[in-house]
Nanobody, 115 residues
Framework: VQMVESGGGMVQAGGSLGLSCAAS????????MAWYRQTQGQGRTLVAR????????FYIDSVKGRFTLTKDNARNPMYLPMTSLKPEDTAIYYC?????????WGRGTQVTVSS
């Protein structure tokens, strides 16, 4: 199983980005998938999660109303549109199961928000 994240980049505060997660070799529709982020010197923390079976979602308070998890049953099965980005959203973003499987971590995708 390999997680491949994409869509990161550099934007100014208030801008938008859309992250995508591909999970090759994994049947994900029976699982709960999540996005995590890691800032320099910190561990990975949960940002949002999506339960595949019923589309229920959870978001940390700081991203509610700005980030929206969606499923895409095409090439990239999980998508995270992010709007109204803030400098504190700057991090490397990863996707994984929830709770995470240590063997599934990918390289992540860097999101940098300038003020």
């Amino acid at each position: 199983v390999q997680m491949v994240e994409s869509g990161g980049g550099m934007v100014q505060a208030g801008g938008s980005l859309g992250l995508s997660c591909a999970a090759s070799g994994l049947t994900i529709w029976y699982w709960t998938m999540a996005w995590y982020r890691q800032t320099q010197g910190q561990g990975r923390t949960l940002v949002a999660r999506l339960r595949w079976s019923d589309n229920s979602t959870f978001y940390i308070d700081s991203v509610k109303g700005r980030f929206t998890l969606t499923k895409d049953n095409a090439r990239n099965p999980m998508y995270l549109p992010m709007t109204s980005l803030k400098p504190e959203d700057t991090a490397i973003y990863y996707c994984n199961e929830a709770p995470p499987d240590a063997g599934y971590w990918g390289r992540g995708t860097q999101v940098t928000v300038s003020s």
